[in-house]
């Protein structure tokens, strides 16, 4: 029986990271201009500890500056936002990352908003986010730059197909779709108050998967042929006891049936920093008037 091809974001993840580090070294050489990326930590979550020292070790290794910035818990959100405005000052710094979720006491809309759009290296700034609906260029969410990229690996050309996004949320569902409609597709959002969502997909030349429910996505959902981009991370109970990571899409039966299809870990996961490091040094270029670099 024929097998979908496993799309491995690692190795694409490399490659971008490769691209990105050659890119870097010659502005370095070339105009002595070190692409900056700053981090903002709230509080001491260790998960989010984790993917703040992460994204500090994807930019030393690609050449890039990192500036990692923690505060406490209890920090105010009017003194949150007068750091931000130091990031937004400080001519070193290319983009600006502020690790969430925030403490409940903080209004996440209104830091997203204190960062300089340009600066903005998450995409997630109201005038970043309506630039990409109305097709003009600004700096774009990493985990959705990533789908496509990963997406255009096995179909380099998106026109007219028909796209399924499950999920709607601004972190990734609706950006998604927003670059979908971008690349011409014919595109459907399927949410929590959708009607028969298997139904829906079953037309879909692509899926995106994005609602954080483990192996929602099951064979009978996919068309033939479809590619199936898994954005979901789960952690579920083994019987023997442990736990596992596993997608929104149920991996061992989609393959069966897709074109193509994402793991997790190792698909869409890893593209996530990688975009990251590619919108510092997109910005940078752009702040000091300086073409998109081919990255």
Avoid at 262 to 275: E, K, L, R
């Amino acid at each position: 029986m024929a097998t979908a091809k496993v799309i491995d974001g690692r190795a694409v993840a490399a490659e971008l990271r490769g691209r990105v580090a050659n890119i870097a070294a010659r502005l370095h050489a070339e105009m002595n201009v070190t692409a900056g990326l700053a981090t903002v930590l709230v509080g001491s979550d260790p998960a989010s500890q984790v993917y703040v020292r992460a994204k500090g070790r994807a930019c030393i290794a690609a050449g890039l500056g990192s500036f990692e910035l923690s505060f406490p818990a209890d920090i105010s959100e009017a003194a949150l936002e007068a750091e931000i405005e130091k990031l937004n000052a400080d001519d070193r710094v290319d983009g600006v990352l502020v690790q969430l979720p925030l403490p409940r006491h903080i209004a996440t809309d209104r830091i997203i908003a204190a960062i300089d759009p340009a600066k903005d290296v998450d995409g997630l700034h109201p005038i970043n986010v309506g630039r990409l609906w109305s097709g003009l260029r600004g700096l774009v969410p990493c985990t959705p730059q990533g789908c496509m990229i990963l997406l255009r690996t096995v179909r380099a050309d998106l026109s007219g197909a028909e796209a399924v996004v499950l999920g709607r949320s601004n972190l990734v569902g609706k950006p998604v779709a927003a670059l979908l409609l971008a690349s011409d597709c014919t595109v459907t959002t399927v949410h929590s108050k959708s009607r028969n969502a298997a139904a829906i997909c079953r037309h879909a030349d692509i899926v995106v998967a994005a609602v954080r429910q483990p192996q929602v996505v099951k064979a009978d959902w996919i068309k033939p042929g479809a590619s199936v981009i898994d954005v979901g991370v789960n952690t579920v109970a083994l019987p023997s006891g442990g736990n596992r990571l596993v997608g929104d899409v149920d991996f061992d039966s989609v393959r069966f049936v897709a074109g193509a299809v994402t793991p997790v870990p190792g698909g869409v996961g890893p593209m996530t920093i990688a975009c990251l490091l590619r919108n510092t040094l997109l910005a940078a270029c752009r702040r000091r008037a300086l073409p998109d670099p081919p990255v």
